[in-house]
């Protein structure tokens, strides 16, 4: 560009360039991010509010003793009717950049969205570790599913119904 400066275009070549989502998790991630890249807003709809809930790193170790991390999710109660359905979109192998839904806004739903296990800055234990990842499994992403949707049912008491919806891999969790 003839009148811009080299630094203000690799500036506004940095403020818009960010590495694969599978590459920008945990610590390593954030280390390998381009300086002066802005992170993209967590929602579209300013209704919708970032949460977390507490869970357990191996749902399928008795008692529930062992390690805890924080799973990410989105809550869009603005359109929630009481008496309406739990819309949730299922998560999928991304980082939760946003919550909306026409689908949810049309049935007066509760609308939640849930980052998986592993992916954008949800990373257990902040351990991105080829060991730790035996936790990311089918199982483990489908009951971290089921304990958000018993967290948010006791917050929302008045929900009547859970309808799980997603695409490729999200939609295939949501059929399981």
Same mark, same amino acid.
């Given at each position: ?29 954030? *280390? ?7 992170? @993209?807003? /967590?929602? &579209?709809?300013? $209704? %919708?509010?970032?949460? =977390?809930? #507490? ?58 969205? *849930? ?7 949800? @990373?257990? /234990?902040? &351990?991105?570790? $080829? %060991?730790?990842?035996? =936790?990311? #499994? ?39």
């Amino acid at each position: 560009a003839a009148g811009c400066s080299r630094a203000a275009a690799q500036g506004a070549v940095a403020d818009t360039l960010r590495l694969p989502d599978r590459f920008s998790h945990g610590e390593i991630g954030k *280390s390998l991010q381009p300086p002066g890249v802005r992170e @993209v807003g /967590l929602s &579209d709809k300013p $209704t %919708a509010r970032t949460e =977390y809930v #507490t869970m357990p790193l191996d749902h399928f170790v008795g008692g529930h003793g062992g390690p805890t991390w924080d799973l990410k999710y989105m809550v869009d109660d603005a359109g929630f009717v009481e008496g309406g359905p739990l819309v949730i979109e299922m998560p999928s192998e991304g980082a939760l950049r946003h919550c909306s839904s026409s689908l949810a806004s049309s049935l007066g739903a509760l609308l939640v969205c *849930s980052q998986h296990r592993f992916f954008g800055d949800t @990373v257990p /234990l902040n &351990d991105s570790s $080829t %060991a730790n990842f035996k =936790y990311l #499994t089918v199982e483990q992403n489908l009951w971290d599913v089921r304990a958000l949707i018993r967290h948010v049912r006791e917050a929302y008491p008045k929900v009547s119904k859970v309808i799980a919806y997603g695409g490729a891999y999200s939609g295939a969790c949501a059929s399981w």
